[in-house]
């Protein structure tokens, strides 16, 4: 009978720990379940991307710098004259037509012509608008990305959370069940009941907390993704290896997202005092009039060119010269400034990821199994007959270190979010 008992007691541990290596392997790898089904980190970041309306108001911005672009150094629209030459305003012959034979109607047109480098400061300005648009939507869409992937690594580690904590619940109801049963047949105290119960009631509470979490964790994305979200893939990325090198990331700090926009305006300042330059040449105009006379005089036709003078350059134009310069320089130093805030971020992120890739390692390697065999080892001791105490200790500290490999996996998936989206994909190995 003895032996029965042992071989029994022996086979539901072997049950558990196994259960328990399963509920490991799914709980502390980030690496994906073969066959999983579900929103991947990918496909989340990819219908941001399509669903996010800030992106469509840069990509409306790109269309009107292009628009702009199109008509940038094109020649201003003619102009149409009308008037009346030397018409008498006092005298007997006062607002009369005939008497004098200078007095005539005139039409004309004259075309303002700014001078060819102007022009074509214009449109390379124009140009360099559009390359900002197009920086900023990039930088815009970089930043979707990152934000979609942040939601989406706290609610699949707030369901790995869940899921570790259901299955110790099962254990928990079960010890619980055996002490209610040993208190009905007289061999356990109501104080161990009591204290079986709790250690199933603050599980609970543990699942309440996570499942909010959880539940807070898919607003955030719903605002990314919209209301329609599918349940999320196990098939996270593998966040133990960078997708982009460290050594890549600090070569490519010009086309980091927040540097784009600030690299285009530093351009567009250039063009900007390229322009103010062209403004000390002359520009000149063109124009053509018809004069119609009365009474069987000769009509007239006049025809002239003017010149502009930029004769006093030094209050006028150098001083616009000057201003661009000046914004010239506050973007080259706002730029510098993006960068090294960027390689510090950089080096921060690296640095947070590289420390919770170990924590989660010293918790896959050592803590969890661990925390696992001593809860295992005194649940079997408890039902061979040993004091409920060490099962509680053994189940609340099992507890903790799966919380808290909880948190590490989330931190380590997003520090690996803030390093993977930081280059467009274009720019990506």
């Known amino acids: 009978m003895m032996l029965s008992m042992r071989f029994?007691?022996?086979?539901?541990?072997?049950?558990?720990?196994?259960?328990?290596?399963?509920?490991?392997?799914?709980?502390?790898?980030?690496?994906?379940?073969?066959?999983?089904?579900?929103l991947t980190l990918h496909d989340a970041t990819r219908l941001a991307v399509a669903r996010a309306p800030m992106l469509?108001?840069?990509?409306?911005?790109?269309?009107?710098?292009?628009?702009?672009?199109?008509?940038?150094?094109?020649?201003?629209?003619p102009m149409l004259m009308l008037g009346i030459d030397n018409l008498p305003v006092t005298g007997p012959d006062a607002f009369e037509f005939g008497p004098d034979e200078m007095t005539m109607k005139r039409v004309g047109v004259r075309q303002e012509v700014p001078a060819r480098a102007k022009r074509e400061a214009q449109r390379t300005l124009a140009a360099r608008k559009v390359d900002e648009a197009r920086a900023l939507s990039a930088a815009t869409e970089l930043e979707v990305q990152r934000a979609t992937g942040q939601a989406w690594v706290d609610v699949w580690a707030a369901q790995q959370e869940l899921d570790a904590l259901r299955a110790l619940r099962e254990q928990a109801v079960s010890a619980a069940e055996?002490?209610?049963a040993r208190l009905g047949g007289g061999t356990e105290t109501a104080g161990d009941a009591l204290a079986t119960a709790s250690a199933v009631l603050e599980v609970d509470n543990r699942i309440e907390a996570a499942r909010a979490t959880r539940e807070s964790a898919q607003a955030t994305l719903a605002r990314w993704l919209g209301d329609d979200i599918a349940d999320l893939s196990t098939d996270a990325p593998d966040f133990g290896f960078l997708r982009i090198p460290e050594a890549r990331l600090l070569a490519s700090i010009d086309r980091l997202g927040p540097l784009l926009p600030a690299t285009a305006q530093v351009r567009a300042a250039e063009a900007s005092i390229e322009l103010a330059r062209a403004e000390k040449k002359s520009d000149w105009s063109v124009g053509a009039s018809y004069g119609q006379r009365e009474r069987g005089r000769s009509d007239m036709l006049m025809v002239e060119i003017g010149f502009g003078l930029p004769l006093f350059t030094r209050n006028r134009q150098d001083r616009g010269v000057a201003a661009r310069e000046a914004d010239h320089q506050a973007a080259v130093a706002t730029r510098e400034d993006l960068r090294r805030?960027?390689?510090?971020?950089?080096?921060s992120e690296l640095a947070r990821w590289q420390g919770f890739k170990r924590q989660v390692a010293l918790h896959e390697d050592s803590l969890l199994p661990l925390a696992r065999?001593?809860?295992?080892?005194?649940l079997a001791a408890y039902e061979a007959g040993g004091a409920v105490q060490s099962w509680l200790d053994a189940q609340r500290a099992e507890l903790e270190v799966h919380l808290s490999h909880a948190e590490r996996l989330g931190e380590l998936g997003r520090a690996w979010v803030a390093l993977a989206y930081l280059i467009p994909t274009e720019a990506r190995p």
């Open 178 to 180: 055996l002490t209610k």
């Open 341 to 347: 805030e960027a390689i510090a971020r950089i080096r």
């Open 56 to 77: 469509d108001a840069r990509n409306a911005g790109v269309s009107a710098a292009r628009e702009e672009a199109a008509r940038a150094g094109a020649l201003p629209d």
């Open 8 to 38: 029994s007691l022996a086979a539901r541990a072997i049950a558990r720990a196994a259960s328990a290596c399963a509920l490991c392997l799914l709980f502390a790898s980030p690496a994906a379940v073969a066959g999983s089904s579900g």
């Open 373 to 378: 065999d001593r809860s295992a080892a005194a």
